[in-house]
């Protein structure tokens, strides 16, 4: 099982297209075409197009030919996909004999996003000429299904958690082991880059020394994230504190020299850069020390749970929703976010909640009979 070009016998054009394609993979490469100037949303655009055309590959249709009950067993597949070995494996170059389309069944959220972007892969099929419908919108509860935009931020780590986490960041390692040594640092730069500007994880990836500048005695960190947009964002002067221990035990000055083009989150080796994965890999493993780390001292169960199935994409959730809760303004949020819109920022804002649940407390039943007592008094 490898790549959209499984589908090369299956042509599928509703009549007179407009683009040049013979099968439904090369007409999927023109729509994932229009976005080459953002890798990262291509990249994720591409997996959850190719998971489709394998499907239906397995099923003998084409793009064309998918209806609403299609489109019920896909989003079945997604929730159960069967059978397991032929469709879910770890994560493999796509050249791997054991790569596989999918690491596990997906989540409410992910089945959501998956089905956002095929209705938006739908929709420009269609303007092509390349199908005749949109299968999307025979969805009786499209609204429902398709609502990816109103939901809060869940994916975060709260602040005792992350108190606890960052403590535990900087236990005492047994020993004087230099490799040991070498990976605590570059975990702490990893965490506190992470959690201080909240960069993707492509973004971390990228990032040269010389990315970090001064101008008018102020540390600025220059990016170009997603949509190829170039962006500068204020560095907290806390991060320094991480950065020169790091430049220390990799034999650099304490400050990034003027376009020093060297990586900043390196292998081993301190020389070479690590790749999107090797640093998903490095975090991921992270979370799961420290979910073993917690239960060994029988921490809360919820908090166990966060660590073990959080993600990398968690700390940039937690980073912007901590910088809401400290008071940052919205604007200035959404400038450090790199945010196109106000209303993706406005996600992070837990503040109303809170506000809310505070007034909620005036309604109570302790002045009608005051041994009544809350569950924190107990």
């Known amino acids: 099982m490898n790549l959209i070009g499984k589908q090369d016998a299956l042509p599928s054009s509703a009549g007179k297209a407009h683009i040049d394609a013979n099968n439904d993979a090369e007409a999927v490469t023109h729509w ?80 959501r996003q998956s089905l956002v972007i095929l209705q938006g892969m739908y929709s420009w099929l269609v303007e092509a000429g390349w199908v005749a419908h949109n299968p999307f919108r025979l969805m009786r509860d499209k609204s429902r299904r398709l609502n990816n935009q109103t939901r809060q931020v869940e994916r975060y780590f709260e602040q005792p958690l992350w108190a606890w986490f960052w403590r535990w960041l900087h236990r005492p390692l047994p020993g004087t082991n230099s490799r040991a040594h070498f990976e605590r640092t570059r975990q702490q730069i990893i965490f506190a880059f992470a959690y201080l500007l909240a960069p993707r994880i492509s973004e971390m ?13 102020r540390w600025w960190w220059q990016v170009v994230g997603k949509g190829n947009k170039l962006a500068q964002v204020p560095v907290p002067d806390d991060f320094f504190i991480y950065l020169t221990e790091w430049r220390k035990t990799l034999g650099l000055p304490p400050q990034p020299a003027y376009q020093e083009a060297t990586p900043l989150l390196r292998a081993l080796d301190g020389k070479r850069a690590i790749g999107d994965n090797q640093l998903y890999r490095l975090i991921r493993a992270s979370f799961q020390d420290a979910a073993r780390a917690l239960e060994d001292e029988e921490g809360a169960p ?42 993706t920022t406005s996600r992070y804002l837990h503040t109303e909640a809170h506000q809310w649940h505070d007034e909620q407390q005036r309604h109570r039943l302790t002045t009608l009979y005051p041994l009544a007592s809350s569950p924190d008094q107990e």
């Not at 199935?309 to 912007?320: E, K, M, S």
Request: hydrophobic fraction near 35%; proline fraction near 7%; aromatic fraction near 10%.
């Open 205 to 217: 990836a990228a990032t040269q020394m010389g990315d970090f500048y001064r101008r008018e005695g």
């Open 32 to 111: 994932l075409s229009e976005y080459r100037e953002s890798p990262q949303t291509q990249r994720a655009y591409r997996r959850e197009a190719e998971r489709l055309l394998l499907w239906l590959y397995e099923e003998g249709r084409t793009l064309n030919e998918v209806d609403r009950h299609c489109l019920s067993r896909f989003e079945g597949f997604l929730t159960d996909p069967q059978p397991r070995a032929r469709w879910i494996g770890p994560t493999k170059p796509r050249n791997h004999p054991e790569w596989r389309p999918m690491r596990g069944p997906l989540s409410p959220a992910s089945r």
């Open 302 to 343: 919820a908090y166990i749970a966060a660590l073990q199935r959080a993600t990398p994409h968690w700390l940039r959730h937690t980073a912007i929703t901590h910088q809401a809760q400290a008071g940052v303004s919205l604007r200035y949020l959404a400038e450090s976010a790199r945010h196109a819109r106000l209303e």
